[in-house]
């Protein structure tokens, strides 16, 4: 910790802030947006499946690979690439981020062949992921200690929006002019939003780390080993994103298809009800501050096994499905903050590294929940896209359950204590 209360390697230069009790209100927004339009990139193709298995004649049963390929990305820009947050200066890898996900975004858009497709949706997975995680650690270092839980969730709540929204616009984009289009003009977006990031976020004193390129990626698994946190709370967001992309994933099969046949637009709409469940959650970090974070997950893991009964009803009624994703996303949002939160309370020296490992087991769960749920679907249809859905949830209730108490010695998980360890 630092003279002035603020966790080891996140001091704010001179001017970069303005002084007072807390982050200002316009650059968590910033944060948030910009989090939001990164990670948007990662599942604007999930309304698209059907369209891109039909333009490159891709099997429905396999067709989720193509999702998979971007949480490959994904998983990549977690273990290799996030952690260099806490090594090198975050605003200049922000900007090479920047450059190499807007060449990717235009590299899928003009794909022809399949193993261009791929190659262009690992590269959009490994940078879009590589960005969203950044700014999210970027905003942990930024903030001081007694707002991390605010601030954290904030953001948070921005990459919520962002991947529940990226399907509203991909769909309306895809039915106006193409799914190809969806891309260009995402390519546009992340340029604006790259100039006001720039422009507008504080600089950080650099980063103490004093170690090598492969130490930094070893120090990863270290935190794994000694961070019992990281390891519950990594566990539950594999459970709990494999659940998501259960959902989100296959949910363009029944809705495109007879009886209600509907545009990609209105597929993606849908998106907008799950914004619902997001804001409704974005308190959890607030919660988190206040010492209930396990009360905050058991609610949550609750809410996500309830919901796979109105997700079940799509094929008696549409409003009935609107309650399950609500109730599904307002979960998912609830426990990810209250995950993240806790984490990076743990070793504030190391943000970037606990959310890149953190958020690896999110893509693990994310792609194994893409590949698992159109074959669900091509086996047995949305029934049994369900009851996969709702077995992995009663899954991570069960894990929690299990992990709830730490063994004798351990720091328990919903401490919310500062520590002061040195770097692993």
Same mark, same amino acid.
């Given at each position: 910790?630092?003279?002035?209360?603020?966790?080891?390697?996140?001091?704010?230069?001179?001017?970069?802030?303005?002084?007072?009790?807390?982050?200002?209100?316009?650059?968590?927004?910033?944060?948030?947006?910009?989090?939001?339009?990164?990670?948007?990139?990662?599942?604007?193709?999930?309304?698209?499946?059907?369209? =891109?298995?039909?333009?490159?004649?891709?099997?429905?049963?396999?067709?989720?690979?193509?999702?998979?390929?971007?949480?490959?990305?994904?998983?990549?820009?977690?273990?290799?690439?996030?952690?260099?947050?806490?090594?090198?200066?975050?605003?200049?890898?922000?900007?090479?981020?920047?450059?190499?996900?807007?060449?990717?975004?235009?590299?899928?858009?003009?794909?022809?062949?399949?193993?261009?497709?791929?190659?262009?949706?690992?590269?959009?997975?490994?940078?879009?992921?590589?960005?969203?995680?950044?700014?999210?650690?970027?905003?942990?270092?930024?903030?001081?200690?007694?707002?991390?839980?605010?601030?954290?969730?904030?953001?948070?709540?921005?990459?919520?929006?962002?991947?529940?929204?990226?399907?509203?616009?991909?769909?309306?984009?895809?039915?106006?002019?193409?799914?190809?289009?969806?891309?260009?003009?995402?390519?546009?977006?992340?340029?604006?939003?790259?100039?006001?990031?720039?422009?507008?976020?504080?600089?950080?004193?650099?980063?103490?780390? /004093?170690?090598?390129?492969?130490?930094?990626?070893?120090?990863?698994?270290?935190?794994?080993?000694?961070?019992?946190? =990281?390891?519950?709370?990594?566990?539950?967001?594999?459970?709990?994103?494999?659940?998501?992309?259960?959902?989100?994933?296959?949910?363009?099969?029944?809705?495109?298809?007879?009886?209600?046949?509907?545009? !990609?637009?209105?597929?993606?709409?849908?998106?907008?009800?799950?914004?619902?469940?997001?804001?409704?959650?974005?308190?959890?970090?607030?919660?988190?501050?206040?010492? !209930?974070?396990?009360?905050?997950?058991?609610?949550?893991?609750?809410?996500?096994?309830?919901?796979?009964?109105?997700?079940?009803?799509?094929?008696?009624?549409?409003?009935?499905?609107?309650?399950?994703?609500?109730?599904?996303?307002?979960?998912?949002?609830?426990?990810?903050?209250?995950?993240?939160?806790?984490?990076?309370?743990?070793?504030?020296?190391?943000?970037? /590294?606990?959310?890149?490992?953190?958020?690896?087991?999110?893509?693990?769960?994310?792609?194994?929940?893409?590949?698992?749920?159109?074959?669900?679907?091509?086996?047995?249809?949305?029934?049994?896209?369900?009851?996969?859905?709702?077995?992995?949830?009663?899954?991570?209730?069960?894990?929690?359950?299990?992990?709830?108490?730490?063994?004798?010695?351990?720091?328990?998980?919903?401490?919310?204590?500062?520590?002061?360890?040195?770097?692993?």
């Amino acid at each position: 910790m630092t003279s002035d209360g603020q966790p080891e390697g996140s001091r704010i230069e001179k001017g970069a802030l303005p002084r007072g009790p807390g982050m200002a209100r316009g650059l968590v927004t910033l944060f948030a947006a910009s989090a939001g339009f990164s990670v948007a990139n990662v599942y604007y193709g999930q309304p698209l499946l059907d369209a =891109l298995a039909a333009d490159f004649r891709i099997d429905q049963a396999v067709v989720g690979s193509v999702v998979a390929m971007t949480q490959v990305g994904s998983a990549l820009a977690l273990l290799f690439v996030v952690p260099l947050g806490d090594l090198v200066d975050r605003r200049r890898l922000m900007r090479a981020q920047l450059v190499a996900l807007l060449v990717a975004l235009v590299a899928v858009a003009t794909a022809r062949t399949l193993p261009a497709l791929f190659g262009g949706m690992l590269a959009v997975g490994l940078l879009g992921t590589a960005m969203t995680q950044g700014l999210l650690a970027y905003a942990a270092s930024a903030a001081s200690a007694h707002e991390q839980g605010r601030v954290v969730g904030a953001a948070q709540s921005g990459v919520f929006v962002g991947l529940l929204t990226a399907r509203v616009f991909a769909g309306a984009v895809s039915d106006v002019a193409g799914w190809r289009w969806v891309y260009l003009l995402a390519a546009l977006l992340m340029l604006v939003m790259g100039v006001l990031l720039w422009t507008r976020l504080p600089r950080l004193a650099p980063p103490h780390a /004093r170690v090598g390129y492969p130490q930094l990626i070893l120090s990863m698994f270290a935190l794994l080993r000694h961070e019992r946190t =990281l390891r519950v709370r990594g566990m539950l967001a594999l459970l709990m994103f494999a659940a998501l992309n259960i959902f989100w994933s296959a949910l363009v099969l029944p809705l495109s298809a007879p009886p209600y046949s509907l545009p !990609h637009t209105a597929i993606g709409a849908f998106g907008l009800v799950g914004v619902v469940g997001a804001l409704a959650a974005a308190r959890a970090g607030k919660w988190v501050d206040g010492g !209930h974070g396990q009360r905050t997950t058991v609610v949550a893991l609750a809410l996500l096994i309830l919901s796979w009964w109105p997700l079940a009803q799509l094929h008696t009624s549409l409003w009935i499905l609107a309650v399950g994703i609500v109730l599904l996303d307002a979960a998912g949002q609830a426990l990810h903050v209250t995950s993240q939160s806790m984490i990076v309370r743990t070793r504030p020296d190391a943000p970037g /590294r606990l959310i890149g490992m953190y958020m690896l087991f999110y893509a693990v769960g994310s792609g194994l929940g893409a590949i698992g749920t159109t074959a669900a679907y091509a086996a047995g249809g949305w029934r049994a896209v369900c009851a996969l859905g709702a077995a992995v949830s009663v899954a991570a209730l069960v894990f929690w359950a299990a992990t709830r108490k730490a063994p004798a010695g351990a720091r328990p998980d919903h401490s919310c204590a500062m520590t002061s360890k040195k770097p692993a």
